[in-house]
């Protein structure tokens, strides 16, 4: 089992860069594929990005490629996301996920673990 925690949101303008963490419980974090999903106000959360477990495979939602970039620490368990040229429509809050198992995973249903969120308000 893991336990995830979220950090790193906060208030920007748009065009500013933000960076999450999220910090994991146990001592099998690199087994865990994990990513990243968002939940704007009155909307479903979205899948934003994924990364295997090595690290070395991610995917990533359109509205966010080539602005952000999910990468991993398993020596320190910490899943973060680097965030550029941030946009109002990024506004939301903002979930780490877990799961076993070997690739990416852009659904939420595939996800077992996840932490409390982390909330991101980028004005215009």
């Known amino acids: 089992q893991v336990q995830l925690v979220e950090s790193g949101g906060g208030l920007v303008q748009a065009g500013d860069s933000l960076s999450l963490a999220c910090a994991a419980s146990g001592r099998t974090f690199r087994i865990y594929a994990m990513g990243w999903f968002r939940q704007a106000p009155g909307k479903e959360r979205e899948f934003v990005a994924a990364?295997?477990?090595?690290?070395?495979?991610?995917t990533y939602a359109d509205s966010v490629k080539g602005r952000f970039t999910i990468s991993r620490d398993n020596a320190k368990k910490t899943l973060y996301l680097q965030m550029n040229s941030l946009k109002p429509e990024d506004t939301a809050v903002y979930y780490c996920?877990?799961?076993?198992?070997?690739?990416?995973?852009?659904?939420?249903?595939?996800?077992?673990?996840w932490g409390q969120g982390t909330r991101v308000t980028v004005s215009s």
């Open positions: 990364i295997d477990s090595s690290g070395l495979i991610t």
């Open positions: 996920a877990a799961r076993s198992g070997v690739g990416t995973y852009s659904s939420d249903t595939a996800y077992d673990y």
